[in-house]
Every structure is written in C-alpha cells, then in structure tokens.
C-alpha cells in the first residue's frame, strides 16, 4: 500500500500543499516548527479522519480560516482509490472516491498506517489509556468488526453506567431492563477481549527478534492485562466469568455509578526477562522496544490485510544512536512506504538518501529536492 498524491488546503500552517510520494522512501527535511510533523499529522487525519494528538477536530484548520481539506490518492496492489476528509466547525465530512461515507467502518481500512514518533516513549511510561487507544487505533484499521464492534460496546457502557445511577437513585427502575444491557455489553466484550488477544499474541511473534537485531539484546514480550483474568479467551469461558464479575460487584458498580470491569479498562505492559519495563529498564531500552513494536506491526497487518501498512516516522533518528539508525533503516526497505521526518540529513545512510525522495520545507514553502 502507498499514498502516492497528497494535498492540503488550511491544514495547520499549510495554506495550500501538494506532494507526490515515491512508492518506498520519503524524506522531509526542515527546521523544528517548520511544519514537517503537521504532514505526518495531516496522513494520519486522511487514514483515521482524526489527529493522533489529544485535540479537537477544529483546531487543526488554520487560524483565521472557516475550513480544512485533506485529499489523498493510495493505491494497493492495483487498486487506486481517493481519500477525502474535510473539518469544519460545524463538522467533519468523509468521502471514498469522491462519495460522502457516512459508516466510519467503511473507510477507516483504506488507508493503514503505522506512526513512529518521539512521544511513543509514552506507551510504556504513561497510561493505560494511551496503550488502549493504540490497539483501537491498530485494530480498527485492520478488522471493520472490531470498530463495529467497539463503538457498540462503548454505546451500550455509556447507557449502563447512566442506568446504574438511575438504579442507586430510583429503586423502581426496571432491573430487568439492566439485566439485557449487561448481557449485551458481554457479547461485544468477548469480540473485543478475543480480537485484542489474538492480536498481541501475533505481535509477540515477532517483536523480540526484531529487539534484538537492533539492540544485541533479548528478551522482550508484551503481556495483555485485563482487568477480568480468564482461563482462556474462548467465548463461553469469557462469557461465564464477566456474568461471575457483574454480579458479584452489583452493589459496588451500583454506589460507584459505572461500570469498573471490561475491556475499557484493558491495559498490556511491555515486558523485558519477566519484569515491567516501565519500572526496570533504561530509556534506551524504553525506546527500542516500543521501536520494535511498531515495526512487528507490519507483518501483522501484511498477513491480516494482504498488504503492508505506510509507515510515518516523525524526527525519530536523533533519538536513535548510528548503530540503531542503521538497523532501522534496514527494516524500511524497498517493499514498503516510508515517511520519514528530519532536521538533519546527517543522520541518514548515503545508501538510505541515493533512492529516496526529498522535501525540504521552510517558511517560503515545500520543495523536492534532487538527491
């Protein structure tokens, strides 16, 4: 898979860019703040239609401006397609080959991705949520199901926490009628719990191999942690014990006014020689490891796809020593897309630069460059 056109109108600072990619690897050059990050940004808008970052939809048009506009061209195989989102204050609108999608599980797969960035660091370090909104974001891309899926359950948590308040407030309400949300919630929590599982354990397959090709260093693994332990992620299995779980903490989740087991309240920990790396391993180590977590991403997507995703590295190599660079840059090869992001083009291969494209980008605008 590669996106091959990308243009931009009222995207953060880019009043007006368009770029064509090259099938493998793409380099954008420029000082920090010049708006090489916002491309990366702008990808992922056109993939998921909305930001990586922790923003309102409306904060991504330029300032003074009423609207923005994404346009991309990918093509998979044989196959071209044409991605549009467009944000305005009043909304968002999302077309596939020029007609409104209005089923955000119909678009979402055209286009997958998979970001590398200097702030990944917080998959380890931060909290669960973040590692939870990474396997929505991974998963969603790979399986309409599970978005389906997904955004289902988190309708029927939202109406059962608002009923478990009417229930603490108004013992008249019908429990019977809670009784069928609970039994609903755990026939998406199962899709959810198996999808999550199979998913981890495909990662598992390949991320301590690609750790130690870029560290010399062995021993890494991901452990998925629900907050609900099952013997085995089987439907009946799973079933028996959150129906266990829900009645047994009834009156808890009653006084308490949510729902406190469930998928939403999943967490995985990155695991280095059987301890939490969070707590007992070095930045280095940190940084490797969520590296080589994406980068055991793209056989999973390639196998659950058919095709490999684009990959998005923003200004990652200055965090990276020659030797990791180097090792890195050997995983980027000639079957899969690249963009890469960089002040400083010291910090990439002779052999990388003599068959990339390159950007440079400054305050007068963006330009290729001949290598």
Known sequence: MIISKLNLVNFRNHSKTNLEFNPHMNIIIGDNASGKTNILESIVVLALTKSYKNISDVDLI????????IKGNIRDKKISKNLEVEITKKGKIVKLNNKRVNCLAEYVSNLKIVTFT??????????PNIRRNLLNIELSQLSSLYLTTYNQYNKLLKTRNEYLKLLFTNGIADKNYFDILTDKLIEKAIIIYKLRYQYLKKINTDIDKIFENITG??????????????????????????SEIYKINYQRELHLGMTIFGPHRDDFQFIYHGNDMKLYSSQGQQKSAVLAYKLATI??????????PVLLLDDIFGELDLKKRNKLLNYINSDI??????????NI????????????????GIERRNN
């Open 349 to 364: 291969s002779k052999k990388a630069l003599a068959t990339a494209t390159i950007f440079s980008i400054s305050n007068s």
């Open 299 to 308: 056989p999973v997507f390639d196998e659950k796809s058919g095709t490999k």
């Open 118 to 127: 200097p702030n990944d660091l917080e998959l380890i370090k931060g909290s």
């Open 217 to 242: 260093q062995s021993g890494v693994s991901i452990l998925y942690k629900p907050n609900i332990l099952f013997d085995k992620y089987d439907d009946d299995v799973i079933k028996k014990k959150m």
């Open 337 to 346: 897309q690249s963009i890469i992001t960089t002040t400083d083009l010291k």
């Open 62 to 69: 330029t300032f003074s401006k009423s609207k923005l506009k």
